[in-house]
């Protein structure tokens, strides 16, 4: 090819004025390959298309069987095109025909062919189709031609997705008009009806090709500082917020914003001949396609602040606003993204959103953590709700459920309504429960506790009139940390959430890594099953000194109170024992340094892995106190993971097997004196509750929005009477899968709120 720079600028510019021609999308395409193929100096040159069906159409074609167009498909991943489909990157061939993927379609007549050149059709790291060159003889295609290439597919990229290559109309259009249900991931409880609100931080790069390099790296400079500076900004005024994890994803975020890694990359885009957006697009489009391609939660979860920066940096380039203007914001606005980085969000006015939709995002991504800072309603993992909705557009968000009702019809909307004002008149109902005793009306009292596990959950202590914070998961500060916690970091953390409940003990449970919580410098290991494989307790006795600075630290955080500390995923007493020396070690090594104890120190084990259950009575001697972590016991003993839909349908919580279970596990408890609680979901669940009750439980920890629930029924339960309709059917043996239905008619026909 002649030149990295005037070849894709010529040929830039007769595209350019190709796609501005009055012809019909066929004719513009067809232009387009002629164009490029002279330009590359290539016998061929095609165009391949990815159809919402996930296959590969070929769209265009100079060189091969002009017959084949539009009836030529292929899957992702197969034959060499469908390669470039699957993984999003280059592929540079002298004989393709040697390369093991190869495999020719007879009806395009491309078997005469011999060098390749493909390069994926990237937008936003999503892959929209494939651009490939061929020639006859073996050739051997440079650096600078797969750059060339590379920016030719920038520009068929914005007219794939603008639509200007489109040969027929996209029959999902007519969804713009109709009412729709999607269903996601609940992430922040609560309900938001209100107006779409597209948050577009995207801009299209109309001008990819440099015409002054040393200006665009100018201009680029330029423009990091900037953005670093307003990232600066919303970090020094993050307090408005006041404390919070919300505050160290800040910090994260300007980390990346940091990253010389990522900047020199955008240098080296610019001095190979783009413009300062292109390179933006091209460093943006390379990342997000291989970690898309990630299996890693935390990477993933990483790619929306690698999102959020590239998209401020282009907003900073062409002077357009980040996020909408603020008085352009609705009243009611329901913000609906594909992704948002925490910043982003925190650039909106509080005051006028209702709700979030993700189409990407976890419960433990960054914009969520922010978002339950704020209280605001999210849902997250809602597919495809971007291609059916519009700015305007009225909208339902239900942070509970997980449901997402996009233009719901009259009726749906009425209902949602009453359901808010419902939510609210309940609030105030619980709320006004906060300091009444949890005790049943034949006497019994029942303590209620909190899980938590973020520093902004604290002051839902005293709102919701917890016991105690029954449940801290530690690991969460862990995961989003960018390197792992020192001792004196875990120190202040530990102290400052001790600090957030003065008058209520909180039980600390150790690591519980591994599995789907993944750090980020830690080396990932690949287990065929990692829920079974090295997590929690088992990291922690295998890497002791990850153990001991955790416990020296949560020690030192508690000088002169009562600390209780507990670890997870136990599965034998052997394993409880050693983590206890650890501890008392700890303790001693406090001591001997002159650092002031805890005024006592309580070490408990979790009941979560089956095989604890047939050493009930050995465990409950040697432990402080047991809490019962129901999620996995009950997934385990089913063996049935609980996050897969084929599966996690497949059994009941409320099963006799499993009320059996735990019943056992209440019942050494008693005989030991020992303290027993359970945290996993269950408690939290009005009925599921009141099963526990009947089977022994007197202490429960559950998220703070279910003590309002869960006192109120308790407030109107004869537990005496509960206890023994509850053991007769479990004693009935009739081989029921449940016994749900019976008690919740019991609970209905007394009047016991669910």
């Given at each position: 090819?002649?030149?990295?720079?005037?070849?894709?600028?010529?040929?830039?510019?007769?595209?350019?004025?190709?796609?501005?021609?009055?012809?019909?999308?066929?004719?513009?395409?067809?232009?387009?390959?002629?164009?490029?193929?002279?330009?590359?100096?290539?016998?061929?040159?095609?165009?391949?298309?990815?159809?919402?069906?996930?296959?590969?159409?070929?769209?265009?074609?100079?060189?091969?069987?002009?017959?084949?167009?539009?009836?030529?498909?292929?899957?992702?991943?197969?034959?060499?095109?469908?390669?470039?489909?699957?993984?999003?990157?280059?592929?540079?061939?002298?004989?393709?025909?040697?390369?093991?993927?190869?495999?020719?379609?007879?009806?395009?007549?491309?078997?005469?062919?011999?060098?390749?050149?493909?390069?994926?059709?990237?937008?936003?790291?999503?892959?929209?189709?494939?651009?490939?060159?061929?020639?006859?003889?073996?050739?051997?295609?440079?650096?600078?031609?797969?750059?060339?290439?590379?920016?030719?597919?920038?520009?068929?990229?914005?007219?794939?997705?603008?639509?200007?290559?489109?040969?027929?109309?996209?029959?999902?259009?007519?969804?713009?008009?109709?009412?729709?249900?999607?269903?996601?991931?609940?992430?922040?409880?609560?309900?938001?009806?209100?107006?779409?609100?597209?948050?577009?931080?995207?801009?299209?790069?109309?001008?990819?090709?440099?015409?002054?390099?040393?200006?665009?790296?100018?201009?680029?400079?330029?423009?990091?500082?900037?953005?670093?500076?307003?990232?600066?900004?919303?970090?020094?005024?993050?307090?408005?917020?006041?404390?919070?994890?919300?505050?160290?994803?800040?910090?994260?975020?300007?980390?990346?914003?940091?990253?010389?890694?990522?900047?020199?990359?955008?240098?080296?885009?610019?001095?190979?001949?783009?413009?300062?957006?292109?390179?933006?697009?091209?460093?943006?489009?390379?990342?997000?396609?291989?970690?898309?391609?990630?299996?890693?939660?935390?990477?993933?979860?990483?790619?929306?602040?690698?999102?959020?920066?590239?998209?401020?940096?282009?907003?900073?380039?062409?002077?357009?606003?980040?996020?909408?203007?603020?008085?352009?914001?609705?009243?009611?606005?329901?913000?609906?993204?594909?992704?948002?980085?925490?910043?982003?969000?925190?650039?909106?006015?509080?005051?006028?959103?209702?709700?979030?939709?993700?189409?990407?995002?976890?419960?433990?991504?960054?914009?969520?953590?922010?978002?339950?800072?704020?209280?605001?309603?999210?849902?997250?993992?809602?597919?495809?709700?971007?291609?059916?909705?519009?700015?305007?557009?009225?909208?339902?968000?239900?942070?509970?459920?997980?449901?997402?009702?996009?233009?719901?019809?009259?009726?749906?909307?009425?209902?949602?309504?009453?359901?808010?004002?419902?939510?609210?008149?309940?609030?105030?109902?619980?709320?006004?429960?906060?300091?009444?005793?949890?005790?049943?009306?034949?006497?019994?009292?029942?303590?209620?506790?909190?899980?938590?596990?973020?520093?902004?959950?604290?002051?839902?202590?005293?709102?919701?009139?917890?016991?105690?914070?029954?449940?801290?998961?530690?690991?969460?500060?862990?995961?989003?940390?960018?390197?792992?916690?020192?001792?004196?970091?875990?120190?202040?953390?530990?102290?400052?959430?001790?600090?957030?409940?003065?008058?209520?003990?909180?039980?600390?449970?150790?690591?519980?890594?591994?599995?789907?919580?993944?750090?980020?410098?830690?080396?990932?290991?690949?287990?065929?099953?990692?829920?079974?494989?090295?997590?929690?307790?088992?990291?922690?006795?295998?890497?002791?000194?990850?153990?001991?600075?955790?416990?020296?630290?949560?020690?030192?955080?508690?000088?002169?109170?009562?600390?209780?500390?507990?670890?997870?995923?136990?599965?034998?007493?052997?394993?409880?024992?050693?983590?206890?020396?650890i501890a008392l070690r700890e303790l001693d090594h406090i001591k001997r340094h002159d650092y002031s104890p805890p005024r006592s120190l309580r070490l408990g084990a979790m009941v979560e892995v089956p095989s604890l259950l047939w050493e009930l009575d050995l465990i409950a001697e040697r432990a402080d106190f047991l809490s019962v972590g129901s999620n996995d016991l009950v997934q385990y003993m089913y063996a049935a993971d609980r996050d897969n839909t084929r599966v996690s349908k497949r059994y009941d919580n409320l099963s006799p097997p499993v009320l059996r279970a735990l019943e056992r596990v209440a019942e050494a408890g008693r005989r030991a004196n020992t303290p027993v609680t359970?945290?996993?979901?269950?408690?939290?669940?009005?009925?599921?509750?009141?099963?526990?009750?009947?089977?022994?439980?007197?202490?429960?920890?559950?998220?703070?929005?279910?003590?309002?629930?869960?006192?109120?029924?308790?407030?109107?339960?004869?537990?005496?009477?509960?206890?023994?309709?509850?053991?007769?059917?479990?004693?009935?043996?009739?081989?029921?899968?449940?016994?749900?239905?019976?008690?919740?008619?019991?609970?209905?026909?007394?009047?016991?709120?669910?």
């Amino acid at each position: 090819m002649r030149s990295a720079l005037g070849g894709p600028r010529l040929l830039l510019r007769r595209l350019r004025e190709i796609s501005a021609e009055s012809v019909s999308a066929q004719a513009r395409l067809d232009k387009i390959v002629v164009q490029i193929a002279a330009n590359m100096v290539a016998e061929v040159c095609s165009v391949y298309v990815l159809r919402a069906d996930q296959r590969l159409e070929l769209y265009a074609t100079e060189g091969l069987n002009r017959e084949a167009v539009h009836q030529t498909t292929m899957h992702s991943g197969e034959g060499l095109v469908g390669l470039i489909a699957k993984s999003a990157e280059p592929l540079a061939l002298s004989e393709a025909q040697e390369h093991p993927a190869f495999a020719y379609k007879p009806e395009t007549g491309e078997e005469v062919y011999h060098s390749f050149l493909g390069v994926p059709i990237l937008r936003g790291g999503n892959t929209l189709g494939v651009l490939v060159v061929q020639n006859k003889v073996r050739r051997v295609y440079s650096e600078e031609e797969i750059e060339a290439l590379q920016t030719t597919a920038m520009l068929l990229a914005e007219l794939i997705a603008s639509g200007e290559l489109q040969a027929i109309e996209d029959p999902r259009d007519l969804a713009l008009y109709r009412p729709a249900t999607l269903r996601g991931s609940p992430m922040v409880e609560g309900v938001g009806l209100g107006h779409v609100l597209l948050h577009e931080p995207r801009v299209v790069v109309k001008q990819l090709v440099a015409e002054d390099i040393s200006g665009e790296l100018g201009r680029l400079e330029q423009a990091i500082d900037a953005m670093r500076a307003a990232i600066d900004e919303l970090v020094a005024h993050g307090d408005r917020m006041g404390a919070g994890e919300h505050r160290e994803v800040l910090q994260t975020v300007r980390m990346v914003a940091n990253d010389r890694g990522w900047v020199r990359r955008l240098r080296e885009a610019v001095m190979s001949g783009l413009t300062a957006e292109a390179a933006v697009e091209r460093v943006q489009n390379d990342a997000r396609a291989r970690m898309q391609r990630q299996t890693d939660p935390y990477l993933r979860d990483r790619l929306h602040d690698l999102d959020d920066i590239a998209n401020r940096l282009l907003h900073q380039l062409t002077g357009q606003s980040y996020v909408a203007d603020r008085d352009s914001v609705p009243e009611n606005a329901i913000i609906v993204a594909r992704t948002m980085g925490p910043a982003a969000l925190l650039d909106y006015d509080r005051q006028r959103l209702r709700g979030l939709v993700l189409e990407e995002g976890g419960p433990t991504s960054h914009v969520a953590i922010v978002a339950r800072a704020l209280g605001v309603a999210t849902v997250g993992l809602v597919q495809g709700l971007i291609d059916i909705v519009e700015t305007g557009d009225p909208i339902i968000v239900d942070g509970s459920t997980g449901e997402v009702h996009v233009r719901p019809q009259p009726d749906v909307q009425s209902a949602y309504a009453e359901k808010a004002r419902l939510r609210a008149r309940r609030q105030e109902q619980y709320a006004r429960l906060r300091d009444v005793p949890a005790i049943t009306k034949d006497g019994v009292q029942i303590a209620l506790h909190m899980n938590a596990g973020l520093a902004i959950d604290m002051p839902h202590v005293h709102e919701t009139g917890a016991a105690s914070v029954g449940l801290f998961r530690t690991e969460l500060q862990f995961m989003l940390a960018p390197r792992f916690p020192r001792m004196d970091e875990q120190h202040r953390f530990y102290k400052a959430v001790l600090d957030a409940a003065p008058d209520r003990p909180i039980t600390f449970r150790t690591l519980d890594i591994g599995s789907d919580k993944i750090l980020p410098y830690m080396a990932k290991i690949e287990e065929e099953n990692p829920a079974l494989g090295w997590r929690a307790i088992r990291i922690g006795l295998d890497r002791p000194g990850l153990l001991r600075m955790q416990i020296r630290a949560m020690l030192k955080a508690g000088a002169d109170r009562d600390l209780r500390i507990m670890f997870p995923m136990i599965a034998n007493v052997a394993e409880f024992e050693a983590a206890r020396a650890i501890a008392l070690r700890e303790l001693d090594h406090i001591k001997r340094h002159d650092y002031s104890p805890p005024r006592s120190l309580r070490l408990g084990a979790m009941v979560e892995v089956p095989s604890l259950l047939w050493e009930l009575d050995l465990i409950a001697e040697r432990a402080d106190f047991l809490s019962v972590g129901s999620n996995d016991l009950v997934q385990y003993m089913y063996a049935a993971d609980r996050d897969n839909t084929r599966v996690s349908k497949r059994y009941d919580n409320l099963s006799p097997p499993v009320l059996r279970a735990l019943e056992r596990v209440a019942e050494a408890g008693r005989r030991a004196n020992t303290p027993v609680t359970l945290c996993g979901e269950m408690g939290g669940r009005p009925l599921e509750a009141l099963a526990l009750l009947a089977i022994g439980y007197r202490s429960l920890s559950m998220s703070p929005s279910a003590i309002g629930p869960v006192k109120s029924m308790i407030l109107n339960v004869d537990l005496d009477e509960a206890q023994v309709f509850l053991a007769t059917l479990l004693a009935a043996d009739d081989g029921a899968p449940s016994v749900r239905e019976k008690l919740r008619d019991y609970a209905l026909s007394r009047n016991i709120p669910l």
